[in-house]
């Protein structure tokens, strides 16, 4: 008897609030149900999760994963592992004024420490959690360059970066000869924010994925990760609200427009929304705590929407 190997998912597996909010055992049941069902990148941060953490500071996260890889032999070659650095409080209750940021000390440093955390050789991607405008962008690159050329990371990716930054970063890689930032990392979900506001959480100017972002990536060919896609929940949730900042007449036609297509799928609203995001070719990325959310995501990216809804979805009446 032969088993078949699911089909490779879409989705990312956000390990967040692993070791803090999220205890061990249900860490290890989430990512062997996610690899079990065709997960493979697995999403975490240097500084992860600091502001839960009895310490102040971050690294529960790289650690609970490093434990579940060594608990796992083999499963290395089954996973991608992602992991960010640059926002690590100096000590604790220090963010985000003190942080440990960019410059070639602070990435060399950070991510020696994350892979003696995750025990791990390297990783398959390294993204900079956000940036750092007191370090110019062409030594991070060349920090960057010293990873990737020593085999350490595959690739290297942005979060909470302008597009005009990321081009710069881009154009020193290429400069060098070295591997360029191929990816963004943005909160994006399928309503919109009000000009000027941005959702609970964000903390970074840049952090909500906007129109030249996305004109960007599409223009690039750059790969992008969408943080916060489902509203912690708020989509189908009635006891959560839908933030504020996303009160305005075109949130009722999104949202109409939302009911209707996840009717015609026999899907939840957030079903939708992830099905959406992988219909337009962005990862969506699920820190949920329960084995049920993360099942029910995993339906969703294998969902299909015609051009037809998808057109709908887009521009709703």
């Keep these: 008897m032969t088993t078949s190997t699911p089909p490779t998912s879409p989705l990312v597996l956000g390990a967040m609030m692993f070791g803090t909010t999220i205890d061990e055992d249900t860490s290890f049941a989430l990512l062997d149900r996610f690899v079990e069902r065709g997960g493979v990148w697995i999403d975490t941060a240097d500084c992860y999760s600091f502001w839960a953490s009895e310490t102040g500071q971050g690294g529960d996260s790289e650690r609970v994963l490093g434990r579940w890889l060594a608990a796992r032999p083999g499963v290395r070659d089954r996973v991608r592992i992602a992991t960010k650095l640059g926002a690590e409080p100096l000590w604790a209750g220090s963010w985000p004024d003190r942080r440990a940021g960019l410059s070639r000390r602070a990435v060399l440093e950070a991510f020696s420490g994350s892979l003696e955390r995750l025990g791990v050789d390297g990783v398959d991607l390294l993204w900079l959690h956000q940036e750092d405008r007191t370090t110019p962008i062409e030594e991070t690159v060349e920090a960057l360059a010293e990873l990737t050329g020593g085999g350490l990371t595959a690739r290297v990716g942005a979060s909470n970066h302008p597009a005009w930054r990321i081009e710069r970063a881009r154009a020193h890689a290429r400069h060098l000869g070295a591997t360029p930032i191929d990816a963004l990392q943005l909160n994006a979900t399928y309503l919109r924010v009000r000009p000027g506001t941005r959702p609970p959480g964000v903390e970074h100017r840049f ?67 992830l099905a959406w995001h992988v219909a337009h070719g962005v990862r969506p990325m699920l820190g949920g705590s329960k084995v049920a959310q993360l099942d029910a995501a995993m339906d969703a990216v294998r969902l299909s929407l015609t051009a037809e809804q998808l057109a709908r979805l887009d521009q709703p009446a």
């Design 207 to 273: 952090g909500v994925y906007s129109d030249e972002q996305r004109d960007y990536a599409e223009t690039h060919g750059l790969e992008v990760w969408a943080y916060t896609p489902l509203l912690g929940g708020a989509y189908d949730n009635p006891a959560k609200d839908i933030p504020e900042v996303y009160e305005h007449p075109g949130t009722s036609r999104r949202l109409a427009e939302l009911d209707a297509v996840a009717a015609e799928l026999g899907a939840t609203r957030g079903q939708t929304v």
